[in-house]
């Protein structure tokens, strides 16, 4: 029988069952607390704002670079309005024209071994050669621009003139190997070029002392380097030489094109960093290569620019090219400025093909280089044409900043990588989404009242302030292109202009509601007795365990909502770097 009454059993199973009921009931609700007063929540919200907004104008002043447009609207007035070029003959000999020979074509094709590597090009040589004319012509080798020009689609009708009048002419593919625009060999390609000069001299017909060059843009860099080592190169055509080195060259250029095309002046921020940048460390050299040395210029020179040409410094540029001949003792430098015409001479549209040479300058070239290699003194005035104009100065306190490009690098590099996490967070949320509702169920988040629409909208904001920049930029670059190939600015510029102070306000708008969040955070926090000290008892492990929570329930909603936050604030930081919070 046992010992234990009726009464304690009862007595036992009913504490028992309040010991049940008590482990399985909710935690115990937290009492009502009064939202926060209007002025409270202003007086959180401001401080927070205050510091977002100072940190971002302080990353967007720290990075900026400076520079000095001045002297602004240089002009160097020519003293001829006639581009022609003529020459003292006392002997009264017949001196060549073009299109006083028929011309032969005739291909080659050479190894070009590339010397700091061995990588062999192959590479086709179009030699043209005046029919008839006998021996001892004079040649010329044509350099390539930017791009990737063959000996078929490039320097045509030039070669063809000047064969016409007597030259052997040689056109190659240009001398590539694996490099791409950023990584050109220029060393390496005036060795090609100089392999091509021999194989001129070597030709029975040609006058081995008389072969010069025909250098263009980007070439004009080449032609430095060739020069150094080939002093017997004879003369020298330069259509619209870069002259000086990459960084100052391509700077000047950026700056000038974006304030043509009619980009907002916000836009120049970019351009003055994007050529701060140390390329080394990515192995790029080109962009501090050193051309200006006097042997580029130590032999008759005949440099053309056009006005519409939008891509060179041409007063500057005229000035150092005259100012390193004469320190090379050479005085025979001829100048000529056509008008209407652009960056490679041409008239109209470059996009557009068998565009024309402009005015006469064929003729100029051709009757320069007859009376140069015949050793005739000019008569005809060396500086002739249009009035020569530079719209700002060469950009030559530009330097590269290690610092600034690690920190453009892991700034962007971190901004891609976190975009990325975030949008696979968020296509994992979609998935979830579906599959619950697929299935008759409903998938919640966890995210407390209000913070998940405040996150949704935010981001969506801040990504489409971003695809807005992107637009803006992409627009002013594509100006530029059209600029250099000839066409004219457009009358409105539309999206390039007006995005940059939009994406400014903006970005003010987005912060301040950044910053609202952020509020919103502490004051539910400060109800859950966190914001005291010290923090009320159990409060921080019912918020880490999801049981009070101030985000989320879910440990997945609060890592969400802080990597979005943190990879929306690192879009904000990209803005501040390319200088939209400067006021």
């Known amino acids: 029988m046992s010992g234990v009454s009726e009464q304690e059993r009862q007595s036992s199973a009913a504490s028992q069952s309040l010991r049940q009921e008590s482990a399985s009931s909710p935690a115990r609700p937290q009492p ?35 520079w000095n447009y001045e002297p602004t609207e240089q002009t160097i007035e020519t003293l001829d309005a006639n581009t022609a070029v003529t020459f003292a003959n006392p002997s009264g000999e017949k001196l060549a024209k073009k299109g006083d020979y028929e011309v032969a074509k005739r291909y080659v094709t050479i190894k070009a071994k590339r010397p700091s590597t061995g990588e062999i090009q192959r590479i086709k040589v179009l030699i043209r050669e005046p029919k008839g004319a006998g021996g001892n012509r004079p040649g010329v080798v044509f350099m390539h621009g930017a791009g990737y020009g063959t000996c078929d689609n490039s320097f045509g ?37 100089d392999q091509v000069i021999d194989l001129l001299r070597g030709m029975d017909t040609v006058d081995a002392s008389k072969v010069g060059i025909y250098a263009t843009s980007e070439s004009t860099w080449i032609s430095s380097y060739l020069l150094q080592r080939d002093p017997d190169v004879a003369f020298q055509v330069l259509l ?16 000038q094109d974006f304030a043509l095309v009619g980009a907002h002046d916000g836009y120049q921020s970019i351009v003055r960093r994007v050529f701060g940048i140390d390329a080394s460390l ?10 200006l040395t006097p042997k580029a210029y130590a032999i008759p020179t005949l440099v053309a620019y056009g006005t519409k040409d939008v891509m060179t410094a041409q007063v500057e540029g005229t000035e150092k090219i005259v100012d390193l001949a004469h320190k090379a003792g050479n005085r025979n430098v001829t100048i000529r400025t056509y008008p209407i015409a652009n960056h490679v001479l041409r008239l109209g549209d470059e996009a557009n093909s068998g565009t024309p040479f402009a005015d006469a300058y064929e003729d100029d070239v051709v009757d320069w280089a007859v009376g140069t290699t015949q050793g005739l003194t000019q008569t005809s005035e060396r500086v002739a044409g249009t009035r020569m104009y530079q719209s700002i100065a060469v950009p030559l306190e530009l330097k590269a900043n290690r610092g600034l490009t690690i920190y453009l690098v892991a700034l962007h590099v971190g901004m891609v990588l976190l975009l990325l996490i975030v949008g696979l967070l968020w296509l994992v949320v979609l998935a979830r989404k579906i599959w ?20 949704v909208t935010l981001t969506i904001a801040t990504m489409a302030t971003f695809v807005l920049f992107c637009a803006g930029l992409g627009d002013v670059i594509m100006g530029v292109v059209k600029l250099a190939w000839g066409s004219a600015p457009a009358e409105n510029p539309g999206v390039m202009y007006w995005s940059w102070p939009v994406i400014q306000v903006v970005c003010i708008a987005v912060v301040w509601a950044w910053s609202r969040v952020f509020m919103r955070l502490i004051e539910e926090a400060s109800h859950r ?16 365990s999801g049981r009070q929570p101030v985000l989320a329930s879910t440990r997945f909603g609060r890592v969400m909502f802080w990597l979005t936050v943190v990879a929306m604030f690192s879009v904000l930081l990209v803005f501040a770097f390319w200088g939209l919070f400067i006021y």
Do not use: C
């Not at 209007?38 to 940190?55: A, D, E, K, S």
């Not at 619209?240 to 700056?255: C, D, H, K, T």
């Not at 990515?282 to 051309?291: P, V």
């Open 157 to 193: 009708d030039m070669a063809t003139d000047l064969s016409s009048a007597g030259f052997v002419t040689a056109v190659l593919d240009k001398p590539v190997w694996s490099t791409n625009d950023a990584t050109r060999d220029y060393p390496g390609s005036a060795v090609i070029y």
């Open 240 to 255: 619209s030489p870069m002259v000086y080195e990459p960084r100052y060259s391509l700077g000047f250029l950026a700056a």
């Open 282 to 291: 990515f192995g790029l050299t080109n962009l501090d290569i050193d051309t």
């Open 436 to 455: 619950a509702r697929a299935h008759g169920r409903r998938y919640r988040l966890g995210m407390a009242r209000g913070f998940k629409n405040s996150l």
């Open 529 to 544: 007795g966190i914001v005291q000290w010290p923090p009320r008892k159990g409060a921080i492990g019912e918020i880490v």
């Open 32 to 66: 009502q607390h009064q939202p926060w007063t209007r002025g409270r929540r202003l007086m959180v919200n401001l401080p927070i704002f205050i510091m977002l907004l100072g940190i971002l104008v302080s990353v967007a002043n720290l990075t900026a670079s400076t």
